[in-house]
């Protein structure tokens, strides 16, 4: 089974500030980790997405992430905030190669993050 | 590429109506997943279609809900009765992978229907 723990319902930064959001998992099996983003009244869109190759995942519009084994994290950031990246931020969790139903993706609660000018 | 296009945008009903929600998939897709979003249990899978055939319905709530997914190109998700207690948005996600449980495939969500029930 998997679990994703988002800490934090809600980052405020300002435009230009460094942005981090928080995504810690839980799995049996390796995983799979991805980030969704949602904009108001849209579906969510992949942002990123780490699937054993290389830990450092580079993402679209300037995001990446760390899988860190250790510490069983996932967080994203990105160096300088813009006003567009305002919206709600997803972790995900699948079961990665393990079979079986490796195509469940177990979302967290989501983190609004909010930039102000 | 259109996306995944998911009709209606906005559904109001009440209580004890019979709702029906569309999915138009993108086309060359074989995966179809059905999900349900609330402020208080977040997103949850309802149910996962492969090569139009229903693998996992384990998150269909009860025996209220019901999926189909008649071929490539459509699924519904069907409410009947409707109670206020489903009201949330749902959001259809399609995603192509060679094998059909390859997790690494990126799902690509719908706009999502917000449904309403009074």
Known sequence: ?117 | DAGVIQSPRHEVTEMGQEVTLRCKPISGHNSLFWYRQTMMRGLELLIYFNNNVPIDDSGMPEDRFSAKMPNASFSTLKIQPSEPRDSAVYFCASSFGASGRNLADTQYFGPGTRLTVL
């Open chain 1, 1 to 117: 089974a998997q679990s994703v723990t988002q800490l934090g319902s809600h980052v405020s930064v300002s435009e230009g500030a460094l942005v981090l959001l928080r995504c810690n998992y839980s799995s049996s099996v390796p995983p799979y980790l991805f980030w969704y983003v949602q904009y108001p009244n849209q579906g969510l869109q992949l942002l990123l997405k780490y699937t054993s190759a290389a830990t450092l995942v580079k993402g679209i519009n300037g995001f990446e992430a760390e899988f860190k084994k250790s510490e069983t994290s996932f967080h994203l950031t990105k160096p300088s905030a813009h006003m567009s990246d305002a919206a709600e931020y997803f972790c995900a969790v699948s079961g990665g190669r393990s079979g079986g139903s490796n195509y469940k993706l177990t979302f967290g609660k989501g983190t609004l993050l909010t930039v102000n000018p």
